[in-house]
């Protein structure tokens, strides 16, 4: 639990029971199980926000990179084509 040891938590424990008291200490565990839980479904709101638009992105991305892949082959068979002339016209200059 958050990277505690069971010795540690009972230190905790044991202070936070001299500190507030027997009458206190269920009521501010309480309160503390609530922001837990608050803070819980806030990070749950924010991730469920967030996904769509980095999945969105995500696809975007693969998008791009694949119209470079094609595009660059493109490129590559122009470059081979060009070559390909100049060497069966006997054309010895750089293209």
Request: a negative charge; aromatic letters at 4%; proline letters at 4%.
């Amino acid at each position: 639990m958050f990277g505690l040891g069971a010795m540690e938590v009972l230190i905790i424990l044991v202070i936070a029971f001299m500190l507030f008291g027997p009458k206190e200490l269920p009521e501010i565990g309480k309160q503390v199980g609530k922001a837990v839980k608050g803070f819980k479904e806030t990070t749950e709101d924010l991730r469920q926000s967030v996904e769509p638009e980095i999945n969105m992105i995500t696809q975007e991305l693969k998008s791009v990179e694949q119209d470079l892949e094609s595009s660059m082959k493109e490129a590559e068979e122009q470059i081979k084509g060009a070559t390909d002339q100049a060497t069966e016209s006997g054309d010895s200059r750089p293209v």
